[in-house]
């Protein structure tokens, strides 16, 4: 147990370090981890270290998707819903189809079904990686909302079809028809339990007399206890997370205080941040286990199987991306469609952000060693390698190369937006008129017998005349105290009903929204602790 601490500590101090370091060089913190683990691995001396998959899926797996889950523009996943629905379930069937024929009819003694099971290890992108490639690019808001879109389903989609291959495997029966039906059946199940499990916690946030930590606990608390139900009953404990997650975020403004958000985003970022960490390195210290077990294939004939998945899935995505874009502009014509002329660009982009990681590990590494009769899993070590080598090639070679493409090919955003400044200044414009009016009705008295309250007519007066202009040019003692906090307090719900109304409008961004929610939560929480 000591050791195992000391290893822990060891581990977040390097994490530490190397992201300081990598963001010194410039290069996206996940492919500098992988390459960094993978380094220290090969130093001799170096504890080996062999992770446990139920530890992925059941201790990293919930937090990084219920924040994923969280941040998500729910305007943009619903403006984009048919192609990412389309990379998440299409793209991941396809993907495995495609790895199961390519492996089954060249690896010898490698099955249809152990294909199929491997194409479900490998077929989801990791959106963690590409997101943080995208964020030192200058790349349009569409491609980083169908990406962050399709990495909050996919994962689900591979994991069934991972689940449905290996029991085909140790059973040595696949029925079509079961599978298909129980893959909707485990999908949607998934998305009621997590929204059922999500009404419990919003009734407990919304009635019950809880604190600002117990309402941070019980947003830590949430995920895991979504997860774990799902998979108790047999259903997607994925898709629990991120409906559950999509759910609890939309109602934030209600069931969260100011206090609880400030302190609760802070705390978030850091736990996202080691678990982040903590994964990325973990892959690559993975190798000298990994290799270790590769029994009965030399490194070569290994290498060559791996570089030819991965040339698999990677040309595969490419192409799914580029039909898809055909078939949006064929079938705009008889259906509604976000984008009927989608172009070419923006799906170069997204093809070759296929990055994979740490889903991918974990559904590897939980291949059981042994089948039903005690017999080895065959092929298991292979199947791990082949994962790998997959990670790596496309987490490293994608990711260092993905900026290269982005400014080759020079992709434009689908949609015109108003820039973000502006949008931003069209918020407070609406804010303080929606504030002003409530005062001058609600408070006309106080405004001529409180100085401070007078004052503040004035300020926001001032305020909105500055905001006007700006926008033109883009396009007191104890009683009076009190007073002035309790009509401040009153301003705030008004300006946050108003801005719950604006976060409707598809002309105003969520991040825009979420900037102006921070700032009157920093005013509020002024108001409850006032610097003296």
Not at 111 to 130: N, Y
Not at 197 to 215: G, N, Q
């Amino acid at each position: 147990m000591h050791q195992t601490l000391l290893l822990c500590l060891a581990l977040m101090l390097a994490v530490s370090l190397l992201v300081m370091i990598g963001q010194r060089l410039r290069i996206p913190v996940p492919i500098f981890l992988v390459i960094s683990g993978l380094v220290v691995s090969l130093i001799p001396g170096i504890p080996r270290i062999e992770v446990d998959p139920e530890l992925i899926f059941l201790i990293f797996l919930p937090p990084l998707l219920y924040e994923a889950a969280w941040f998500t523009s729910w305007k943009e996943f619903w403006r984009w819903r048919r192609i990412i629905i389309v990379l998440a379930f299409g793209l991941v069937i396809f993907t495995a189809f495609a790895v199961a024929y390519v492996s089954s009819a060249v690896m010898p003694g490698f099955t249809l079904a152990m294909g199929f099971l491997l194409g479900g290890i490998i077929s989801p992108p990791d959106a963690v990686a590409a997101t943080s490639v995208l964020k030192e690019v200058n790349i349009s808001k569409t491609a980083i909302s169908i990406l962050e879109g399709e990495s909050l389903v996919n994962d689900a989609a591979s994991l069934i079809v991972f689940r449905f291959a290996l029991a085909a495997v140790l059973s040595g029966t696949f029925v079509w028809q079961e599978a298909s039906i129980d893959f909707l059946v485990v999908t949607f199940m998934g998305i009621v339990v997590g929204l059922a499990v999500a009404c419990v916690f919003y009734a407990i946030h919304r009635w019950l007399p809880t604190s600002t930590r117990i309402s941070i606990l019980l947003t830590f608390l949430a995920p895991y206890i979504m997860y774990m139900t799902a998979e108790e009953f047999k259903v997607s404990g994925v898709m629990a997370v991120v409906s559950g997650g999509l759910f609890l975020s939309n109602q934030s403004h209600v069931i969260l205080n100011h206090s609880s958000r400030i302190q609760g985003t802070g705390m978030w970022a850091t736990v996202v941040f080691a678990l982040n960490g903590l994964v990325f390195i973990l892959i690559g210290l993975e190798l000298p286990v990994i290799i270790n077990g590769l029994d009965g294939y030399s490194k070569t004939e290994a290498i060559l199987y791996a570089l030819l998945v991965t040339s698999v899935i990677i040309v595969t995505r490419m192409l799914f991306t580029i039909s898809a874009s055909y078939f949006t502009q064929f079938i705009g014509r008889y259906i509604t469609v976000a984008q009927r002329n989608p172009g070419l660009r923006g799906p170069i982009v997204l093809g070759w952000a296929g990055m994979r990681g740490v889903v991918s590990l974990a559904s590897a590494l939980s291949i059981p060693l042994t089948m039903g009769n005690g017999e080895p899993f065959p092929h298991r070590n292979l199947i791990l390698f082949i994962t790998f080598v997959v990670i790596l090639v496309t987490l490293v070679f994608q990711g260092l190369t993905l900026p290269l493409v982005i400014r080759w090919v020079q992709p434009k955003d689908l949609v015109k937006r108003i820039p973000e400044d502006e949008q931003d200044t069209k918020i407070r414009l609406k804010l303080l008129k929606v504030a002003l009016k409530h005062l001058h009705e609600n408070y006309a008295e106080e405004s001529g017998s409180n100085e401070l309250v007078e004052n503040l007519k004035n300020r926001m007066e001032s305020d909105l005349h500055q905001t006007k202009r700006h926008l033109d040019s883009l396009e007191s003692d104890g009683e009076n105290v009190a007073q002035y906090n309790e009509i401040m307090t009153d301003i705030i719900k008004v300006k946050r009903d108003e801005l719950h109304r604006l976060r409707s409008k598809q002309e105003f961004d969520d991040e825009v929204i979420r900037k102006e929610e921070a700032r009157m939560d920093l005013e509020e929480e002024k108001l409850d602790h006032p610097i003296r």
